[in-house]
């Protein structure tokens, strides 16, 4: 069975511009969370999304945004990037809301120059 | 608010011995669950060990283990005969029952296992 999946795994952006990072979660489960890892750090949590609601919200400004296809694949979207956004998003998706087990894609790593 | 301190950036045993990593974390909340995982320089983040706060008894699997302690609040990962494929980023996590899978991070520990 094909893991997590992100794409792209790398890309860089100005700032200022817009960007789009999407994930494909295990077959058959129903929910993705989004994390953001700057370098030398722990992820930090941005968003939740099981059956295609947002069941969870981390401490991020509204130029992040996200939302979850009848597919469950998720796509990530932050504007007016800042330098401060250069990070390795990673994607985790579980079978169901109440398990304790989720499986990480490989991260897309985002360089805002 | 929850917080994950892990103390210690950096950490390297020789291959074959057992080396202790610390997790200390704050809440107030009485069901949670503790997670170690792994990222090795492929980024892929990988569970290690999971704890459920109402079990008493220390999780293990294989040669990882973990000493839970919630009174104090602490969560330590022992690696035992450690080996290469250990080298790798490790990570401390806390998830509030009913939250799932909104995870709280520690600022993570390397480990270096020397051959």
């Known amino acids: 069975d094909a893991g997590v999946t992100q794409s792209p795994t790398h890309l860089i952006k100005t700032r200022g511009q817009q960007v789009t990072l999407r994930c494909s979660p295990i077959?058959?489960?129903?929910?993705v969370s989004w994390y953001q890892q700057v370098l030398g750090q722990g992820p930090q949590f941005i968003f939740q999304?099981?059956?295609?609601?947002?069941?969870g919200r981390g401490n991020f400004p509204d130029r992040f945004s996200a939302r979850q296809f009848p597919n469950y694949s998720s796509e990530l979207n932050v504007n007016a990037l800042l330098l401060g956004d250069s990070a390795l998003y990673l994607c985790?998706?579980?079978?169901?809301?109440?398990?304790?087990?989720?499986?990480f894609g490989q991260g897309t790593r985002l360089t805002v120059v | 608010a929850q917080t994950v301190t892990q103390s210690q950036p950096e950490m390297s045993v020789q291959e074959a011995e057992t080396v202790t990593l610390s997790c200390t974390y704050d809440?107030?909340?009485?069901?949670?669950?503790l997670f170690w995982y792994k990222q090795p320089p492929s980024r892929q983040m990988i569970l290690v060990i999971r704890?459920?706060?109402?079990k008493q008894q220390n999780a293990t699997e294989n040669r990882f283990s973990v000493n839970f302690q919630k009174a104090a609040k602490s969560f330590s990962l022992k690696i035992s005969d450690s080996q290469l494929g250990d080298t790798a980023m490790y990570f401390c996590?806390?998830?509030?029952?009913?939250?799932?899978?909104?995870?709280?991070w520690g600022a993570g520990t390397k480990l270096i296992i020397k051959p």
């Open positions: 077959s058959g489960h129903k929910s």
């Open positions: 985790a998706s579980t079978g169901t809301t109440g398990s304790t087990e989720a499986f």
């Open positions: 996590a806390f998830m509030k029952e009913g939250y799932h899978y909104q995870l709280i």
């Open positions: 704890q459920e706060a109402y």
């Open positions: 809440t107030s909340e009485s069901n949670y669950y």
């Open positions: 999304y099981y059956e295609k609601e947002e069941r």
